[in-house]
């Protein structure tokens, strides 16, 4: 499964990227996971995405950001606050698997 | 107090960040943004030229010697950055109204250069005044850039284009499409710079003249500080908000401090570029939260707390702090945002009367932001060590502040980690 992550310079949610991957893995799942700033938005989601996750400080962005996925077809939400740490992977594999059910 | 959060949120700090989105903030911000890989690989061709070593060492001497020379890649980007930046406007501005970006960055490009009057030296033939396109030239550069793709999407929208049969390539009728904007541009910034002889960069100089001393000001430094913060607390990047509006001012800065270094002058200018609110202020992310993640590896007893503290510590070096702000989580979490509040505030008022009665030097040279505070604050104030002094004591005094609020809450989660066991 391939993931896009949107944050506001694609630094931090790079931190966040790990604790889905090493989730998704517990589970058996190889997870393709990659972070980018709102502003690579419009040329990445053309890229083939299975899913796109919007992280929590750039909340006031997010329509600007689901504009670009529903154009694409990709499905996308926000990453709830509390998933959004080094330790958040579990919350976020189950945000992640309701986003794409 | 959730209500008062729900009204906090929902009446203030959402509706201001949306503010932040508006149309041409966004332009002017990604256009500053753009600008910012040559501001920081120009700026140091300022520690090149003036080493921190000492100055009778003949690599110092021969630096010395040659500052001009040395000086010249400073002088072609950061020093011109407001070039760059008009580009970088008219290019997002024009994407945002899905009219062709690059007509619009050039178009931008053009009105900023018609605000200059070339002068013919024998020798040289016409050169331009490069100091309107620096620091000086930006707040020009903002006004004519937006009012340039403004005319030009105008014309787009109305259909007043010149139209070519279907059967020529779209490159050339592109380009054809954007002549009257661009005649009409063009006839407007000569009639005001050349026919009315009005310089522009005298006139908006004055105009944000109260402005630029206001921002650098003790209040004028507080306020962003604040802000950033208080918009973090509900969980929304505040420097990204706060910046947006903030960050133009914060280059002037920058730039002219940049220039008074380069120029050889006695005292550098401004207090408060972003630089300083980079290094001094916002160590470990803005909220000062290094020392939070400090005083978490020192103190905290709670299983999730250490566990965080061992998961933040790295990040939080390189400036990178949400993961804590979202882990602990800071975010609607009062007990926190008491002390992240507080901190920067503390600290910035130290950092400003530190620098502004001269013991440490004003900043003048932007580091990329991901590297550890006191080696970026040695770099951006040109080598001064009593800045990584002061970031140092900064460091320690948010550690200090944070410590007894992160005592209380570290006890609420051990009573939470009991109850679950």
Known sequence: MKVLFVCSGGMSSAIVVKALKTEAKKHGHEMEVHAIGTSEVEQEMQKGWDVCMV?????????????HADEAGVPCGAIPAQAYTPLGGPLLYKTLNELIK | MSKFVDFMENKLSAPMARLSEQRHLLAVRDGVISALPFIIVGSFFLIFAFPPLPKDWAITQWATEHAAEILIPYRMTMFIMSLYIAFGIGYNLAKSYKVDPLSGAQIAVAALLLTLTPTALDELGFVLPMQYLGGHGLFVTIIVSILAVEIFRVCKQKQITIKLPEQVPSSVSRSFEALIPVAIVIIL??????VMGVNLHHVVDKLVAPLVTAGDSLFGVLV??????FFWSFGIHGVSVVGSIARPLWEVYLVNNSQAVADGASTIPHIAPETFYQWFIWIGGSGATLGLVIAMLLFARSKYIKNLGRATIVPSLFNINEPVIFGAPIVLNP??????????????IIAYF????????????????????????????????????????NITISVTIYMPFLKL??????????GEE
């Open chain 2, 335 to 348: 007990l926190l945002i008491i002390p992240f509040i507080i901190t920067p505030i503390v600290t910035a």
């Open chain 2, 354 to 393: 530190a620098t502004s009665i001269g013991l440490v030097s004003p900043t003048y040279i932007m580091p990329p932001w991901t590297l550890p505070a006191p080696i970026g604050a040695y770099l951006s104030t040109g080598g001064d060590w009593r800045a990584v002094v002061l970031v140092l004591i």
């Open chain 2, 409 to 418: 809450y570290d006890k609420k989660m051990i009573a939470m980690e009991q």
């Open chain 2, 224 to 229: 962003p500080v604040f802000l950033i913060t």
């Open chain 2, 189 to 194: 910034m000569s009639t005001i710079t050349v």
């Open chain 1, 55 to 67: 992280a929590p400080q750039i909340k006031h962005r997010f329509n600007q950001v689901k504009v």
